[in-house]
């Protein structure tokens, strides 16, 4: 089986930037993509971006595009989501989460917190 952890999150002024990381571990890992989600209080969970893992190319939500930026290690096999010029909403608990074919999420994280302060 795959387990996805992700780390980084935290409380940050309006404004400021927090880099999330997902790891993944497991004897066999097998991915075409890798997608960020994040969930609100009282929100349906929301896709924000994703990268195909082989060639490494992304595409984001508008409402993280400019902002948000996702890159992978292809050697240690993680992913990461910068993200810059945060804003109170996007306040939400942050999860990752793995494709094996193109908008087929098989596996996914617990989650890590995000808290943007005013």
């Known amino acids: 089986q795959v387990q996805l952890v992700e780390s980084g999150g935290g409380l940050v002024q309006a404004g400021g930037s927090l880099r999330l990381s997902c790891a993944a571990s497991?004897?066999?890992?097998?991915?075409?993509?890798m997608g960020w989600f994040r969930q609100a209080p009282g929100k349906e969970r929301e896709w924000i971006g994703g990268?195909?893992?082989?060639?490494?190319?992304?595409d984001y939500a508008d409402s993280v595009k400019g902002r948000f930026t996702i890159s992978r290690d292809i050697f240690k096999r993680t992913v990461n989501l910068q993200m810059n010029s945060l804003k109170p909403e996007d306040t939400a608990i942050y999860y990752c989460?793995?494709?094996?074919?193109?908008?087929?999420?098989?596996?996914w994280g617990q989650g890590t917190q995000v808290i943007v302060s005013s």
């Open positions: 497991g004897r066999t890992f097998s991915s075409h993509s």
């Open positions: 989460a793995s494709a094996l074919r193109p908008g087929s999420y098989t596996y």
């Open positions: 990268i195909v893992w082989s060639v490494g190319s992304t």
